[in-house]
């Protein structure tokens, strides 16, 4: 069907010497299912029919209603060299997105596999520092356990006892496992002093041999040089407190503190007698104990 319209619609252009074409040339050759089509190309002019039967070769140009033929083989081969560059550059470009994409692949790969490292390095060193923390609690345990003085560990916040040596609960009159847990302010003879203690502490970063009066379990009270410095126990501030019993020492300063004070008062003693006596050796007290005598015994007329 279309080979037979191409031929008649041929045929119709070549007899026709009008502009239009006549619609009755076109009813025995058209399908009676196709009246638009029919109207459509009964409005076309015979020229341009005739471009669409049969159009010019390339290299002709249809200007001002004619046909001019222009060198278009020339001007396509002056512009090669243009479209080869772009071509290249197209390439060029092409290749750098391949490589790009390629980079941004292996960077997710590499960032992929770095994380995947680094966690397990995390892990890894989060055991380390677990495992050395643990040691250095072993450490200390033994070392404080080795120990006569005795250790704490009192939480800063609530004077908590986190840790007591062996030697600690001798010195309270209780076990190391029974300090555990109390507070500290409970054997103060004075609670001021822990605050008095916080405040040292606070300023210098330690304390050393400052003293104070404890209470033991039995109530009994003894004087102790308490050496504290801050201290990071369990993730908590802490402070590390070192005691000395030095209950003896007092007594002893005590003693002596007596005796110079009975020195002294035997002196104010035997300085007082010594004015005494170097008074009653005047001329002036003999002259006032005679007229006292006169006004005792007064002179009588025999």
């Known amino acids: 069907m279309e080979v037979q319209f191409h031929a008649a619609l041929t045929a119709l252009v070549s007899k026709s010497s009008h502009d239009r074409l006549r619609p009755h040339l076109l009813e025995p050759i058209m399908p009676q299912s196709l009246p638009a089509t029919a109207r459509l190309i009964t409005s076309i002019n015979t020229e341009s029919l005739s471009l669409l039967v049969s159009p010019p070769p390339l290299n002709c140009l249809s200007v001002n209603g004619g046909s001019e033929a222009f060198p278009f083989g020339f001007q396509l081969s002056g512009a090669e060299p243009e479209l080869t560059e772009l071509r290249a550059e197209v390439a060029a470009l092409r290749r750098e997105l391949s490589a790009l994409k390629q980079e941004k692949t292996d960077l997710e790969i590499l960032l992929e596999a770095t994380a995947e ?180 015994y007064p002179d009588e007329d025999w």
Not at 117 to 127: G, T
Not at 141 to 164: F, G, H, K, Q, W
Not at 213 to 230: E, I, M, P, T
Not at 282 to 293: G, I
């Open 117 to 296: 490292h680094s966690d397990s390095v995390e892990a890894e060193l989060h055991h380390t520092a677990i495992e050395a923390l643990r040691q250095s609690e072993e450490w200390f345990r033994t070392i404080a356990e080795a120990t006569p003085v005795p250790v704490m560990i009192c939480r800063v916040e609530d004077s908590t006892i986190l840790y007591a040596n062996t030697a600690a609960g001798v010195m309270f009159g209780r076990t190391a496992e029974e300090l555990l847990h109390q507070r500290s302010l409970e054997f103060y003879h004075d609670p001021n002093e822990r605050y008095r203690l916080l405040e040292a502490v606070k300023q210098d970063g330690s304390v050393q041999n400052f003293e104070l009066q404890c209470k033991r379990a039995d109530g009994n009270l003894f004087w102790v040089a308490a050496s504290l410095r801050q201290l990071t126990f369990n993730q908590e501030p802490t402070l590390l407190t070192a005691l000395h019993d030095i209950t003896e020492r007092k007594l002893a300063e005590e003693a002596l503190k007596q005796q110079v004070r009975d020195m002294q008062i035997e002196i104010d003693h035997a300085k007082r007698a010594r004015q005494v006596a170097e008074i009653i050796q005047t001329d002036y007290f003999q002259q006032l104990q005679a007229e006292v005598e006169q006004l005792r």
